[in-house]
């Protein structure tokens, strides 16, 4: 079975620039998750799908970061405009169900100079 | 607000003997507790659970231990092995958070353990 898969693994932008990350989970998962990591501390919840709805979006800061997850398989999550304090790694979870284990893909390092 | 915490950055273990990972929540309404094992460059991998109706769960070579009173959690691996070298994440979820089930994760820093050969 494939994993959660990202990319691109790694982006260096500067800041006030625009940046867009990939995420394709696991075949059949109906919940997909975005979290940001930043260094030092675990990661934190930025949004959550179910299928192609929004279920939990309460600490995505809506006013720079977007996400979308179209026919409730692929989402791409965007930064606009990325501010320095966004340099962390963002993770892509997904699960079967909302209750159940979420397997996380390797993560999209950024870094805003 | 941090509601789950772990206070120890790094734990250093030699190899056989025991590590013992810890981690403190706040929130009482969490009910279902995970660790989760993270190697460089890779995401967090699912490690071992308990729901908060135990209060001691068994994989193998790794434990979970609940002390709801105290609203701590502990991971024990042993014997610990160089492979488990890695940042171990403890998670918390509050099952009926907002009356609907959303499975949303609270985790903790991370504690980076170094299992020596």
């Known amino acids: 079975e494939a994993g959660v898969a990202q990319s691109p693994r790694y982006k260096i932008i500067e800041k006030r620039q625009s940046v867009a990350f990939w995420c394709n989970p696991i075949s059949g998962h109906a919940t997909l998750y975005w979290y940001q990591q930043i260094l030092g501390q675990g990661p934190k919840l930025l949004i959550q799908?179910?299928?192609?709805?929004?279920?939990?979006d309460s600490q995505l800061p809506k006013d720079r970061f977007s996400a979308e997850r179209l026919k409730g398989v692929d989402s791409t999550l965007k930064i606009q405009p990325a501010k320095l304090e966004d340099s962390a790694v963002y993770l892509c979870?997904?699960?079967?169900?909302?209750?159940?284990?979420?397997?996380f893909g390797p993560g999209t390092r950024l870094l805003v100079l | 607000d941090q509601q789950v915490k772990q206070n120890s950055p790094s734990l250093s273990v030699q190899e056989g003997r025991i590590s013992i990972l810890n981690c403190d929540y706040t929130n009482s309404m969490f009910d279902y507790f995970l660790w989760y094992k993270k190697y460089p460059a890779e995401g967090p991998t699912f490690l071992i659970s308990i729901s908060s109706i135990k209060d001691k769960n068994e994989d193998g070579r790794f434990t979970v231990f609940l002390n709801k009173s105290a609203k701590h959690l502990s991971l024990h691996i042993v014997p610990s092995q160089p492979g488990d070298s890695a940042v171990y994440f403890c998670?918390?979820?509050?099952?009926?958070?907002?009356?609907?089930?959303?499975?949303?994760?609270?985790f903790g820093q991370g504690t980076i353990l170094t299992v020596h050969p």
């Open positions: 799908f179910q299928n192609n709805g929004v279920v939990d």
């Open positions: 979870a997904s699960s079967p169900d909302t209750l159940v284990t979420q397997y």
């Open positions: 998670a918390a979820r509050d099952t009926n958070a907002g009356g609907t089930s959303y499975g949303k994760l609270t």
